[in-house]
Each structure stands twice: as structure tokens, then as C-alpha cells.
């Protein structure tokens, strides 16, 4: 058994987001080792081949992302693991998934960048990169977990949203969050939801590889399995061949869009600590938010009150809960390990007299709570 | 008067796809014809047949044959093509390719699927330049040849496909022309027949852009530089040295048993379960 079910184990992020694709169904992983993220295909070229599933390193990330699509086509629930610089090259696959809508999983341990930049060190560089690194309009969901057991998880939702919406799902854990190690109490099997691959039960003649359903989604038949269809990155009609009629084109791409934009409920997952009696606000997501919550108690003890917003999916974000929480707040801090990225959300969905406040380190180690706590007096 | 339906039809998309996007004397429709002509000398049903290419003329060739389909990003079909032999190794994979595509673009995987030898048949379309864009040069363009990008001619050296793919380790190696048409179907049925990474090299004119920047005639007299300039291996053995310098062989140059990826890692599952007990 390798997923230790209803046992008490001290783990590590990486190893976590290992468990919960074999948790998942994986059938094939192909990958290219980089680190902060080679854990995950470390333990995956171990584990695999016992439960005679299909692990391969490929000769780059390209290469990687392009094989996973192929193996989800044939019938196999496919993730990889890379980080910044794999992710950048990981864009090309990651348009060619959206644009044929393959469910595939792509993990980005987020390390700093840009380029080489910071590769042991952590940072959460990546969430434009995860929003708008491909070119084109396309749908994104990416989810980002703040510890070891949510990497387990995360991932397993991770497969989930990827086989219900038919579209790639990025999984952003940041280096921190992927090296921790922490006491993790597995769930029974049986209490963990996994959404199998649909397949369509129409007859051969009647399948339409993009099915015009009311949930924009359609079943995907696998290779082999007697429905004989073509796929293209080509912008396409509903039978999957190329087509450049307007009506098609704007079809393909506002389905694209509806179906996520039309299920926003299934997608949006945020926590929210003492949002509703507070004035301020931290927005936190990944190994920030940890601190988030220890700087919250500090901060109670000096008896001034913060609430914290955390979203665990990032894409889509959730729009209307930050309008709704945050819009009458007067001041919203946003820590992160960047330079400014899920800031301009906030900012976008905040009115100008709602202060909206950054707070940036970017050396590669972790936000303290101390500093979360300074910059809310500062500003309190 | 009945006309007679050639057993070819029943292995294109015949009413929804065509007329193709392919010029006027392009070699490309020929080498279909060949992979088809192979494909049913197999047996293959087509529900277990994947075609996958990449972008380019050559690429565009799955949306007319009623397979399982794949015209994935440039130069990536064999990796999308490994992804699918591996997750489902029942699978016959194929991957049509243009020189562009499998060489420059696309030659980091052709080098790595070769050296895994995983069960796939490349099948390389070779017309001297890239066709879709309007006739640029690529690793294959001879020297001093003229194209829209080399307008003073051709200063690189180009890639022997053949010689590449023997070095990076492919079961199987052949090259064929347009122009010899029955030697290119047995080519692509021997080459489906190995177990392995296979690869065939089919050159193959390109009148509208290369031959046009090179004066080089119409179709017919590019088909005529086929027939001209290329020879067989056994045409080779009866010449004298020096006098085959300006021909290209055509034949089969590599036919190798060596154990395909996808025998190997089933070797290897069962290898790591007996480690583990």
C-alpha cells in the first residue's frame, strides 16, 4: 500500500502532492528534473512502476507536458512536476491543453526567478505566469496549497477539476510549502472523492468530440476506444477539425470561457478568519498565509483585531467574495513573495477608498509573521 | 458504366475533409497514399491506429485520413506520440512529420524517441524547406540552395537523416522518394512491421516554393530530379568511387532487433515488483 490511508505519517509537501496523485488514479507521469519539485518525480518513478503504471523522463519540458497530453488522450490520468523556468516551457502544452481541453495536472513548485533566478529558495513568482503564461484567451484554474496535507489534498481536487471542466489544472505550491515536512493524518480511502475519467456512452456515429452540452463540457473519449475523432491546436469545430466560420470560432472560444466562468460556485474555494468584524484585512495564499494567521494571534494578544482572507483556488479568483468581504474594508495587506501579482485582484475588486497594501520580500525566504504584524501597525 | 471505388477511400475522411490545402504537384498526397497502401497490407483496424504530427504541409495530413488523430504543436509529435504509446501501448503509433518539424524545430525528441526506440514509425516528409511559411530554409536545404531566408544561398551544412537516426539508435532506417512510389509502400510496411523506433525519410518535391527560388521546373520536372538523382543501394554497389558522390541513396540502411522501450519498461515493472515482495 502506498498511500498509508487512515495512518498518521510525517511527511513532506512534495511527497504529499506524490501521494495524492497515486490517491488520484494517476496512469502516467512524465516529467524533467528540476528542482525544488524532483521529490514528486522521485517517488513517482518508484511507486509507478509497482502498480504497473507509466512514468517516463522525457528529454525536457516541452517534451514532458507534450507526452502527458498524449497519454490523457489514450486514457490515462497524466500530471508533471516542474518549477518556474519548466513552467515557462511548459506554456506551449499548457495552450494546446486548454485550446483541445485534455484534463492533464501540471504542479509548479514556485522557486525565485526570473530565469535560474533563486532555484533551492522560495517565492510565489508564478501566479501571472499560471493566469496568462500562454498566449490567446484561455480558461485557467490553478489552486495553492498552504500545507503538507492540503498538498494531498489539493492534488487529488486537482485531478478532480481537471476531468469535470476537461481543461488543464495548475497546482502552485511554493518551495516552502513543497519542503516542509509535517505530521499528516491520511484520510480512509473511502472518504476521499475521486472523479473518474468520463466516457461518452453515445453511439460511435454520434460523438462529438466537443459536445455543445449546458455545462460546456462534454466526455472525452480516450484513443483506442473505437471513437475515431481528430484533435488540433488549431481553432476547431465541434467534431475537433480545423475551422476559421465565425460562428464556430466564437463558439469554441466562448465555451471556453463559460465553462468556467458559468461554475464559478464548484470552482471557488477561500478561507476567511474574522473577515466580517474586522477593518483590516491580510490576503495571504500559500506559505504566507501560515504566517498570516500566527502574525492574526500576535496581534490579538496586543488586542487589535485582524481578519484574514486566503484563496485556495487562485484561478478563477474569486471575484465577487472580494467584492463582497473586502469593499467596505479600510485596509487590505497583501504579503506575498513576489514584487506585486494577486495585489492587482485585490485591487481590482476593491473601491479607491479601500487602501490596498503590499507587502514584498523577495530574497527568497519566507514573510515572518513579525513583519506582517509590523506592517499592520503601521498602518492600523 | 460503374465506377470502381479504389480501397484507399475507405481509409480517408473522403466526404467531410477534402479538398486538401496541399499545392499542385506537392509530394505529400503520395506519401498518404503510400501509409495507407502500408496500413492496410498490416491489417490495422483503424480504431487502433494514432496519427499524430506536428505543424507544417506534412502535419496537416491527419485531418484526411479517418484514424485516431493527433496534429499537435510544432515539432512535438513524437513526444505527444510517446505519451500515447505509453499510456496505451496497444496502440499502432505513427508520427507524420516535415524536415522542418522533425529536424530542427522537433530534433531534440526525434533524437530521444530514436535513442528509446519506443514503438513509433516516423515517417519524414522531406522537401528541402519549410512549405506553410513560404519556403524558408531548414536543416535539410542543400548548400547554396536559394530560399526566402537564404536569398545569396544556403550557408549551413544540412542534417543525412538517415545517418543521424542510425547514430541516435532507430531499429530502422530507410529513405524513399515520391517518385519511386511501390519501393516507398514496401519501405512503410517494413518499417510498421519493426518492433522499435522506425524511421523513413521520403523526399519529396515542393514546387510552389523551392523549386520556384531554385528554377527548379514544375512538378514534372522535380519528379524527374527525383528519378535523376537518386539511387538504390544496389545501384551503389556497382559503382565506381567518386561516381555516386552527387546521388542520394534511396534504401533500407538500418533494420536492427533491439528491445523496444515499451518491452523494457514492462520488463521493468515486473522487475520493481520483485524487488518489493
Known amino acids: ?380 | 458504366m460503374s465506377i470502381t471505388i479504389p480501397y484507399e477511400y475507405k481509409y480517408l475522411r473522403a466526404k467531410k475533409r477534402f479538398p486538401h490545402v496541399w499545392c499542385p504537384g506537392c509530394g505529400i498526397g503520395i506519401v498518404m497514399g503510400s501509409i495507407i497502401r502500408a496500413v492496410d497490407a498490416m491489417g490495422w483496424k483503424k480504431d487502433d491506429i494514432v496519427m499524430v504530427s506536428g505543424i507544417g504541409c506534412t502535419s496537416r495530413m491527419p485531418v484526411y485520413v479517418d484514424f485516431n488523430t493527433l496534429h499537435t504543436t510544432h515539432g512535438r509529435g513524437l513526444a505527444f506520440g510517446t505519451g500515447v504509446k505509453m499510456a496505451n501501448p496497444k496502440l499502432n503509433v505513427m508520427a507524420v512529420m516535415g524536415d522542418g518539424d522533425s529536424l530542427a524545430i522537433g530534433g531534440n525528441h526525434i533524437i530521444h524517441a530514436a535513442r528509446r526506440n519506443i514503438d513509433i514509425t516516423a515517417i519524414i516528409v522531406n522537401n528541402n524547406n519549410y512549405g506553410m511559411t513560404g519556403g524558408q530554409f531548414s536543416p535539410t536545404t542543400p548548400p547554396d540552395a536559394k530560399t526566402s531566408t537564404t536569398p545569396y544561398g544556403m550557408i549551413e551544412p544540412g542534417f543525412d537523416v538517415c545517418k543521424l537516426m542510425d547514430g541516435a539508435g532507430a531499429s530502422f532506417v530507410a529513405r524513399g522518394t515520391v517518385y519511386h512510389v511501390t519501393e516507398l509502400d514496401n519501405i512503410i510496411l517494413k518499417a510498421f512491421m519493426k518492433k522499435g523506433f522506425s524511421v523513413v525519410e521520403a523526399l519529396a518535391p515542393c514546387p510552389t516554393n523551392f523549386g520556384r527560388a531554385n528554377r527548379l521546373g514544375g512538378p514534372v520536372e522535380m519528379m524527374k530530379l527525383l528519378k535523376d538523382y537518386t539511387i538504390n543501394t544496389s545501384q551503389l554497389k556497382v559503382m565506381k568511387p567518386g561516381q555516386a558522390d552527387d546521388k542520394i541513396v534511396r534504401g533500407i540502411f538500418v533494420d536492427r532487433d533491439s528491445i523496444s522501450y515499451d518491452d523494457r519498461y514492462r520488463a521493468l515493472c515486473e522487475k520493481a515488483a520483485e524487488a518489493e515482495k
Not at chain 1, 91 to 111: D, H, K
Not at chain 1, 117 to 123: D, F, K, N
Not at chain 1, 295 to 308: D, E, M, Y
Open chain 1, 1 to 380: 500500500m502506498i498511500v498509508p490511508w487512515g495512518e498518521t505519517r510525517l511527511v513532506q509537501g512534495n511527497e504529499a502532492v506524490a501521494l495524492g496523485a497515486i490517491a488520484a488514479g494517476i496512469g502516467f507521469f512524465a516529467g524533467y528534473p528540476i528542482t525544488p519539485s524532483t521529490e514528486i518525480a522521485e517517488l513517482l518513478a518508484r511507486y509507478m512502476p509497482l502498480l504497473n503504471k507509466k512514468w517516463i523522463q522525457m528529454e525536457d519540458e516541452i517534451a514532458s507536458i507534450s507526452a502527458l497530453i498524449g497519454g490523457r488522450l489514450a486514457g490515462s490520468k497524466s500530471m508533471t512536476a516542474t518549477s518556474g523556468p519548466g513552467f515557462s516551457l511548459m506554456q506551449e502544452g499548457l495552450g494546446y491543453a486548454c485550446m483541445t481541453e485534455v484534463p492533464i495536472v501540471v504542479v509548479n513548485v514556485m522557486r525565485g526567478g526570473p530565469s535560474t533566478g533563486l532555484p533551492t529558495q522560495a517565492a510565489q513568482g508564478d501566479v501571472m505566469q499560471a493566469r496568462w503564461g500562454t498566449h490567446g484567451d484561455h480558461p485557467v484554474i490553478a489552486l495553492a496549497p498552504c500545507n503538507v496535507k492540503e498538498c494531498f489534498e489539493l492534488t487529488i481536487r486537482a485531478f478532480n477539476l481537471s476531468e469535470t471542466f476537461r481543461t488543464p489544472v495548475i497546482l502552485l505550491p511554493d518551495e516552502i510549502i513543497g519542503h516542509m515536512r509535517e505530521r499528516v493524518v491520511f484520510p480512509l480511502k473511502e472518504d476521499v472523492h475521486v472523479v473518474p475519467m468520463p466516457v461518452p456512452d453515445v453511439p460511435v456515429e454520434w460523438y462529438e468530440h466537443y459536445h455543445e452540452s449546458t455545462l460546456n463540457v462534454s466526455p472525452m473519449a480516450s484513443f483506442g476506444s473505437g471513437y475515431r475523432y481528430h484533435v488540433t491546436g488549431l481553432t476547431h469545430d465541434k467534431d475537433g477539425f480545423p475551422t476559421r466560420k465565425e460562428n464556430e470560432v466564437i463558439a469554441k472560444m466562448e465555451r471556453l470561457k463559460h465553462k468556467i466562468t458559468r461554475r464559478l460556485d464548484e470552482l471557488e474555494d477561500v478561507e476567511m478568519h474574522n473577515v466580517e468584524e474586522s477593518s483590516v484585512v491580510i490576503f495571504a495564499y500559500g506559505s504566507v498565509y501560515r504566517s498570516a494567521l500566527a502574525a492574526q494571534a500576535i496581534l490579538k494578544k496586543r488586542r487589535k483585531t485582524v481578519g484574514i482572507f486566503r484563496p485556495v483556488t487562485l484561478w478563477p479568483f474569486p471575484d465577487r467574495t472580494v467584492k463582497e468581504m473586502l469593499d467596505s474594508k479600510d485596509v487590505v495587506l497583501v504579503p506575498e513573495l513576489n514584487q506585486g501579482q494577486i495585489i492587482h485582484e485585490v485591487e481590482r475588486m476593491t473601491r479607491d477608498s479601500v487602501r490596498v497594501v503590499p507587502l514584498h520580500r523577495i530574497d527568497g525566504y519566507e514573510i515572518t509573521p513579525e513583519e506582517i504584524v509590523d506592517a499592520v501597525m503601521e498602518v492600523i
